[in-house]
Every structure is written in C-alpha cells, then in structure tokens.
T-cell receptor
Framework: EAQVTQNPRYLITVTGKKLTVTCSQNMNHEYMSWYRQDPGLGLRQIYYSMNVEVTDKGDVPEGYKVSRKEKRNFPLILESPSPNQTSLYFCASSRRQGSSYEQYFGPGTRLTVT | AQSVTQLGSHVSVSEGALVLLRCNYSSSVPPYLFWYVQYPNQGLQLLLKYTSAATLVKGINGFEAEFKKSETSFHLTKPSAHMSDAAEYFC????????????????FGKGTHLIIQP
C-alpha cells in the first residue's frame, strides 16, 4: 500500500531534550516536506526537499533541522525543543503530475513540549 | 508570492442544506488550487484540485469547486450536507513549475471548520 508513515504519532517531551520525528514514504517520490498545524493558523511549511541531499527552508524553519540521506526518508530534528514547538506535524511526499506536484500526507505527529 | 484566505473559521449548516466554503487566493503566476479535508484525528485527504483544465472541478464525496479568475476565488460547494461532512477544510495554492513557480510546496489557508446541524 502506497503511504507516508510518521513515527511517533504522539510524543510528550521536555524543553531542551533533542528529538527526531521520522518520515518515510514507499512511493519513490523525489519531493518531501514537513508542515506544522496550529489552531487558527492552518498548515505552514517548515522545510522541504527536492531530492536526496537537497533541502531548503519553508516558511517557519527556525528551531528545526532536516536531512535527506535516502530518497524514502526525511526526518525532522528538534535539537532543543521549546514549548512554542508544541504542534501537530505532518510529513508529505509528492510526485510530479504535469506541471504541478500532487502531495500525499502522513497521519501526523502530535508533539507536546513542556 | 502566494497566499490563501478562507472566509469564516467556522461554518454551520443544517443536514441537507447547501454547503459553501469560501476561498480567495493571491498569486503572481497562474495558480494551482486544492481543497483538502481533515477528519478528527486524521491526516489530510485531497478533495479536489484545479490545474488549469476545466474551471468547474468535481471531487470526492459530492464536492465541487469553481475557479473564477476574475474574482480570484475557488469556493467549495456541496448541494446537500451530510453529517459525515463535519470536518476541517483547507484551501491551498501552489504555482505551476512551467510558469516559473517554485516547487516549494503548498500555501494553505487557515482552515474552515464545517459543523453540520441535525
């Protein structure tokens, strides 16, 4: 089954404790991205990757890191989490369809930083 | 630069009534437009998309949307609401790779929570 998976689905942590949220897709997509969803703000893009070893900042990259060493994986790293990073995070992967991309979203990771 | 405005953070309709969720966009190049639905505790599911073909787009679950360039709008409609339509709806815009738009993902609106009254 074609899908985007994220782990963990739920995470409660403390300020300053490094964490990684994994994202994996089995559709051989070149393009992957991370979004955060906050009430009243919709989804905002954190980082995206056009292919292996190619990443770039989205709209809200501060406090986050990413890496793309393999095509299927795109982990999101919070080196020193803070309470304002409490949010719902979505990973997405995309395939080019015509002159646009069609995005497939993972199930989300709910992160709470205390 | 591109942006999306969804009018109304909450919309309430009676079961069987018309659903109208409003979306206006801003884009310096021809846009591609999307509507996504998010059911409680779930991820995003694509409802429909406009990619410069027909201006009236039909999606899943009886939803449709019409692209109106003169009004920079892409409103979502459904003739008769069902209880199962209760969810959060997001309008999003991206730009065409062939018109110079960047492949840097989607810009989302803030979402509209659709409430269905029995």
């Amino acid at each position: 089954e074609a899908q985007v998976t994220q782990n963990p689905r739920y995470l409660i942590t403390v300020t300053g404790k490094k964490l990684t949220v994994t994202c994996s897709q089995n559709m051989n997509h070149e393009y992957m991205s991370w979004y955060r969803q906050d009430p009243g703000l919709g989804l905002r893009q954190i980082y995206y990757s056009m292919n292996v070893e190619v990443t770039d900042k989205g709209d809200v990259p501060e406090g986050y890191k990413v890496s793309r060493k393999e095509k299927r994986n795109f982990p999101l790293i919070l080196e020193s989490p803070s309470p304002n990073q409490t949010s719902l995070y979505f990973c997405a992967s995309s395939r080019r369809q015509g002159s646009s991309y069609e995005q497939y979203f993972g199930p989300g990771t709910r992160l709470t930083v205390t | 630069a591109q942006s999306v405005t969804q009018l109304g953070s909450h919309v309430s309709v009676s079961e069987g009534a018309l659903v109208l969720l409003r979306c206006n966009y801003s884009s310096s190049v021809p846009p591609y437009l999307f509507w996504y639905v998010q059911y409680p505790n779930q991820g995003l599911q694509l409802l429909l998309k406009y990619t410069s073909a027909a201006t009236l787009v039909k999606g899943i679950n009886g939803f449709e949307a019409e692209f109106k360039k003169s009004e920079t709008s892409f409103h979502l409609t459904k003739p008769s609401a069902h209880m199962s339509d209760a969810a959060e709806y997001f309008c999003a815009v991206s730009t065409s790779l062939d018109s110079g738009g960047g492949a840097d993902g989607l810009t989302f609106g803030k979402g509209t929570h659709l409430i269905i009254q029995p």
